[in-house]
T-cell receptor
């Protein structure tokens, strides 16, 4: 199984809503990532978890709150977002150390903030 | 800060021709580079990777070349097919889990 599964695929939320994006992998990877991708732009790194601990936070606003409940799951909690936060949110996972360090990506959640 | 970038934002080739997509990087600490393909509405898909102690790596129809002297990375696709049409990103791994993407090149294959 080389899949990273993200849910939901699409999400429309108001600026006062609270929602969560979910990501799951069963490849035994110990590093998991959240990226944000705007149209016609490259993915931008937001957060990295390594062995379930937050290792990188790219100065992301606190209205985005990541969570790694276990080694297979990664969540991104959203609260009081702005319309400019509308984007494709990508989850990825990779082996934390050793060879074969490529990251596998999910299909993303297309988020629209209204 | 240091970043990865691409020379060409778009590339159009004829079906059957070879394609070359270029990438310049500036972070000398990066020890691992990856090429990803992203089709519309999908997540990036791994194509090929190369470590900094190598200068060439070949896969099926794809070759990655790394020139550390000028900090340049390229992806060569042989006998380009319509299914190769996508946006291609290079990415560099600065440290173990810090992976950054370049600007991307849109490849269009004309039948």
């Amino acid at each position: 199984d080389t899949e990273v599964t993200q849910t939901p695929k699409h999400l429309v939320m108001g600026m006062t809503n609270k929602k969560s994006l979910k990501c799951e992998q069963h490849m035994g990877h110990r590093a998991m990532y959240w990226y944000k991708q705007k149209a016609k732009k490259p993915p931008e790194l937001m957060f990295v978890y390594s062995y379930e601990k937050l290792s990188i936070n790219e100065s992301v606003p606190s209205r985005f709150s990541p969570e790694c409940p276990n080694s297979s799951l990664l969540n991104l909690h959203l609260h009081a977002l702005q319309p400019e936060d509308s984007a494709l949110y990508l989850c990825a996972s990779s082996q934390d150390t050793g060879g074969g360090r490529e990251a596998f990506f999910g299909q993303g959640t297309r988020l629209t903030v209204v | 800060g240091e970043s990865v970038g691409l020379h060409l934002p778009t590339l159009s080739v004829q079906e059957g021709d070879n394609s070359i997509i270029n990438c310049a990087y500036s972070n000398s600490a990066s020890d691992y580079f990856i090429w990803y393909k992203q089709e519309s509405g999908k997540g990036p898909q791994f194509i090929i990777d190369i470590r900094s102690n190598m200068d060439k790596r070949q896969g099926q129809r794809v070759t990655v070349l790394l020139n550390k002297t000028v900090k340049h990375l390229s992806l060569q696709i042989a006998a380009t097919q319509p299914g190769d049409s996508a946006v291609y990103f290079c990415a560099e791994r600065v440290s173990n889990n810090d992976m950054r993407f370049g600007a991307g090149t849109r490849l269009t294959v004309k039948p």
